[in-house]
């Protein structure tokens, strides 16, 4: 009985096995057809998308085509010292204000000092690599002012934290790409008192951009960009909106590479 | 008191109102989320390939595919898309809905019949969080050709998101192996760049080995055994014409062609030497390139044509060298531990990639063409066999396992994303074409 099994059994796998063997014989021995020429591709220009309403205007004035262009704003660029009305303090003045800032600090009780005065330091050497310190100006003159303290450094570092916490973690800057290492972006954004947008942020300037790498200038740009609008709307102090309505945001992925 | 008062009237002055100055250093390196709707039907109407509406699906499926297997995209599961794509959102996408699945961008387009048959498939790519249209491209061919007008749109949108070029409208040529190791079939296959469309172009009578395409993409050089005589080959995409290039006494093998499709490079076996020579395709006359005792082989052009890099043990062991492409000039790049082998120019003329033998490990490395900057890519067991996408993003290669299958592998430049490539049968000696026109 057993052994009739094994018969069938050993039966049907040969069956099985000659099968295969001829099924793949067979395949084995079909004649190759060439391979095909390539499907020719033409490109056409298709319909336009008509202007999208749901933007604002701003969106137009972002195309990144002008990425190159190096002119910052009026309102961005440093005064000009010539163009300073006569009555502004002199420039020895402003060396006062890390002095008179600490007189507010003193009385910041729930403020981590340490964390505070790193935030300074690191804020400092950088304003100082600008040609002349529009900020600095300002809490000068506020300093002369007689109500002043609404711009002061230290809460300036907090924000400009504050700030950066939030975009960081929305920028996907696009690595390795060919010249990523020596790429910056500098975005202009405006804020309404939610932290929302307003309008779409501008590109003042750009570094590392060439004549051959202009469409990865432009994709970089826009990574920056993105950014922002993804994380908006931002959490920031109301009480200090004075501070953050308008941010100067630079992108720079010297940390990633 | 003047100063005073200028004074308080600049702080009113919202133009000294200064903007807040942040620096951010660092992002997050993560897929780009996109939307790839399916494409919509401009009229449901029938095709050989299928209806319009089919034929919409498809072509997004392709475009998702190719866009996630870059890993700088991550397409999001239709299944999470709120609406789907009728014609007029082709051209008004309702933005709102895409950002409330986070998309950061979204790719549509539509598919219409011409009236001599041929599909035109519109495509377009929108930047959702600023509602614009990043960009838009008609491609006509016919309703059989629509996986490669759904390559070009994939192409179209990496090259607008990544600012580089796209490299999905390619294809690749290899040798697919099966059999046991001692009878190994060994035959010319080509697929698409994404496995697609894949034949066979040699029935395995004889052993292949190294297929290379030629710029024009319609002539693929090998080397052959047939007629137990190893030789360099031409095969002919279209006619399926081969053709030994000379009745050379002497084995050649390694073939490549240079960047204007005019010479071919490769090495031959000349009185127990093997130098590198190069042949007028037109004129068939061969020059020497190399003289040097030892094998020299593997060599690669760099895209201008000027230079040729090579493989040579003429110092003991195996390494890579750079020349002139008249063979002057010769100097040895790679020193670091171990072999290297198999070099191959980027088509961006910045790196050359390699295999790297050493420590009982085959891996895949790139170097720059002095010889700086050297990196490897992989760490398996035995990674051999480079070859550059056409933008020079990628590497293609085969991996073998221990005792194991070969296949076929890609990697990006930083080494992230390896993937392994669709093959029916085990596949080797992979070779990317450059972009289809």
């Known amino acids: 009985m057993t052994e009739r099994q094994a018969l069938i059994g050993a039966g049907i796998a040969h069956i099985m096995l000659f099968a295969a063997l001829s099924l793949g014989w067979e395949w084995s021995q079909q004649p190759l057809l060439p391979a095909d020429e390539m499907i020719p591709i033409e490109f056409v220009d298709i319909a336009n998308a008509p202007r999208i309403k749901e933007a604002p205007r701003q969106s137009m004035q972002a195309a990144p085509q002008e990425n190159s262009a190096p002119a910052a704003p009026a309102a961005t660029a440093p005064p000009e010292p010539d163009t300073v009305p006569d009555g502004v303090p002199p420039l020895e003045k402003t060396k006062e204000v890390p002095k008179k800032a600490e007189a507010p600090l003193a009385e910041a009780k729930p403020l981590d000092m340490s964390k505070l005065s790193n935030l300074i330091d690191k804020a400092l050497p950088k304003s100082r690599t600008r040609p002349l310190d529009v900020s600095k100006l300002a809490t000068t003159i506020e300093a002369a002012a007689p109500k002043g303290a609404t711009i002061d450094p230290r809460s300036a570092a907090t924000i400009a934290q504050a700030i950066r916490a939030q975009v960081a973690p929305c920028w996907n800057p696009p690595i390795g790409g060919a010249d990523v290492r020596r790429m910056t972006v500098l975005i202009r954004a405006d804020f309404s008192r939610d932290g929302r947008l307003i309008g779409v942020p501008v590109i003042v300037s750009q570094t590392g951009v060439t004549i051959g790498n202009a469409d990865y200038s432009r994709a970089f740009a826009e990574t920056a960009r993105r950014a922002l609008l993804r994380c908006s709307p931002l959490k920031l102090p109301i009480k200090q909106y004075e501070l953050w309505k308008s941010a100067e945001i630079n992108f720079d992925p010297e940390s990633m590479t | ?437």
Not at chain 2, 59 to 88: C, E
Not at chain 2, 245 to 251: A, K, S, T, V
Not at chain 2, 374 to 388: H, I, M, S
């Open chain 2, 1 to 437: 008191m003047r100063v005073l008062f200028i004074a308080a009237m600049l702080v009113a002055t919202p133009a000294l109102a200064a903007p807040i100055r942040v620096d951010i250093n660092s992002g997050i390196a993560q897929p780009l989320p996109v939307a790839v709707p399916g494409f919509a039907a401009t009229a449901v109407q029938s095709t050989e390939a299928g209806s319009t509406a089919e034929l919409g699906g498809r072509i997004a499926q392709v475009i998702a595919n190719d866009l996630k297997s870059s890993g700088l995209f991550r397409p999001i599961d239709p299944q999470a898309y709120t609406t789907t794509v009728g014609a007029a959102d082709v051209t008004r996408p309702q933005f709102a809905n895409w950002r409330t699945i986070a998309a950061q961008a979204l790719v549509t387009g539509n598919v219409t019949v011409n009236a001599d048959g041929n599909i035109t498939v519109g495509c377009y790519a929108y930047d959702v969080f600023s509602a614009e249209e990043l960009t838009r491209q008609g491609f006509v061919t016919t309703a059989a050709g629509w996986r490669r007008a759904a390559h070009k749109c994939a192409d179209l949108v990496y090259s607008r998101l990544t600012g580089e070029s796209g490299y999905f409208d390619s294809r690749i040529v290899y040798v697919s192996e099966t059999g046991p190791r001692t009878r190994r079939i060994k035959r010319l296959a080509v697929m698409d760049q994404d496995g697609a469309g894949h034949r066979f172009l040699t029935q395995g009578q004889n052993l292949v080995l190294t297929p290379r395409f030629a710029p024009n993409q319609q002539t693929i050089t090998y080397m052959s055994f047939e007629g137990n005589r190893p030789r360099v080959w031409l095969y002919t995409l279209g006619s399926g014409r081969q053709q030994a290039i000379g009745e050379f006494p002497n084995m050649s093998f390694a073939p490549r062609f240079s960047p204007d499709g005019s010479n071919l490079i490769f090495s031959m076996a000349v009185g127990g030497n093997t130098d590198v020579y190069r042949m007028d395709i037109a004129t068939r006359r061969l020059s020497r390139l190399t003289t040097q005792p030892g094998i020299d082989t593997a060599p690669s052009y760099s895209p201008d044509g000027s230079r040729i890099v090579f493989e040579s043990d003429r110092g003991g062991s195996q390494q890579l060298y750079i020349m002139a492409a008249d063979g002057t000039g010769q100097q040895r790049i790679s020193f670091g531990e171990g072999r290297a082998a198999t070099p191959v120019w980027s088509p961006r003329g910045d790196l050359i990639a390699f295999t790297r033998l050493g420590g009982g490990r085959f891996s895949i490395g790139v170097m720059r063409p002095d010889g700086g900057g050297e990196r490897l890519l992989t760490n398996a067991y035995q990674d051999e066999g480079p070859t550059w996408s056409p933008n020079g993003r990628v590497i293609l290669f085969f991996r073998s396992a221990r005792g194991g299958p070969v296949d076929l592998w890609s990697v990006d430049l930083s080494g992230q994303n390896e993937r392994k490539v669709p093959t029916p049968l085990d596949g080797s000696d992979p070779a990317w074409s450059p972009l289809l026109p």
